[in-house]
């Protein structure tokens, strides 16, 4: 697993043994981050801020560090991934420009800073999309015009609290990206 584009391009990255943390495949991060920044959505990373839930590797957000991103947050449960997490930020030097939580996405409390866009990546078939984008309102995690992407397993229904809008839908091999926004922001 590599970086795939940005200041960052080609490095390499550590993910943990087994199978219970499950990285974004390099296609799929490469397809989800050219419809970002060039495609359908057009956001501008730049000196954007970045929440990493269900961070696992960081992959996710250490690609948006690599494409401009001023500051990514990631929460990271387990213990084994959060050991990886904390290599793969030290390996690329991006030690000061990141955070880590270690806890739980679905119980976030009050936000460090809002994010502009965040990258949720949760264990599939699980149920945690709506209680983690319920942590997310509940604490004041996203930035007016928020952009949230969720990836699950291809063939999963999407369970979305109403406060949140699909605007798109894309199917990457064995993964779905949900991409969406607060409907009424608090």
Same mark, same amino acid.
Request: proline share 7%; charged share 25%.
């Given at each position: 697993?590599?970086?795939?584009a940005?200041?960052?391009?080609?490095?390499?990255?550590?993910?943990?043994?087994?199978?219970?943390?499950?990285?974004?495949?390099?296609?799929?991060?490469?397809?989800?981050?050219?419809?970002?920044?060039?495609?359908?959505?057009d956001?501008?990373l730049?000196?954007?801020?970045? &929440?990493?839930?269900?961070?696992? =590797?960081?992959? @996710?957000?250490l690609? !948006?560090?690599?494409? +401009?991103? %001023? $500051?990514?947050?990631?929460?990271?449960?387990?213990?084994?991934?959060?050991?990886?997490?904390?290599?793969n930020?030290?390996? &690329?030097?991006?030690?000061?420009? =990141?955070?880590? @939580?270690?806890?739980? !996405?679905?119980?976030? +409390?009050? %936000? $460090?800073?809002?994010?502009?866009?965040?990258?949720?990546?949760?264990?599939?078939?699980?149920?945690?999309?709506?209680?983690? &984008?319920?942590?997310?309102?509940?604490?004041?995690? @996203?930035?007016?015009? !928020?952009?949230?992407?969720?990836?699950?397993?291809?063939?999963?229904?999407?369970?979305?609290?109403?406060?949140?809008?699909?605007l798109?839908?894309?199917?990457?091999?064995?993964?779905?990206?949900?991409?969406?926004?607060?409907?009424?922001?608090?």
């Amino acid at each position: 697993m590599r970086i795939v584009a940005g200041r960052h391009r080609g490095a390499r990255l550590e993910a943990p043994p087994g199978e219970f943390t499950r990285p974004t495949s390099d296609r799929a991060r490469q397809a989800l981050f050219d419809t970002l920044t060039g495609g359908r959505f057009d956001i501008d990373l730049n000196d954007a801020v970045v &929440l990493d839930l269900f961070a696992g =590797t960081g992959a @996710l957000g250490l690609e !948006a560090l690599s494409r +401009g991103a %001023a $500051r990514a947050i990631f929460v990271e449960k387990d213990r084994t991934a959060l050991a990886v997490l904390n290599r793969n930020i030290a390996h &690329l030097k991006a030690g000061d420009r =990141t955070l880590v @939580l270690p806890q739980d !996405a679905t119980t976030l +409390g009050r %936000a $460090r800073e809002p994010a502009a866009l965040v990258l949720m990546d949760p264990p599939y078939r699980q149920g945690l999309v709506s209680p983690a &984008l319920q942590a997310l309102l509940a604490g004041g995690w @996203l930035a007016p015009d !928020a952009l949230i992407v969720v990836e699950q397993a291809k063939d999963d229904i999407p369970d979305l609290p109403p406060e949140f809008a699909l605007l798109d839908d894309r199917r990457y091999g064995a993964a779905r990206f949900l991409f969406l926004r607060q409907t009424v922001p608090a």
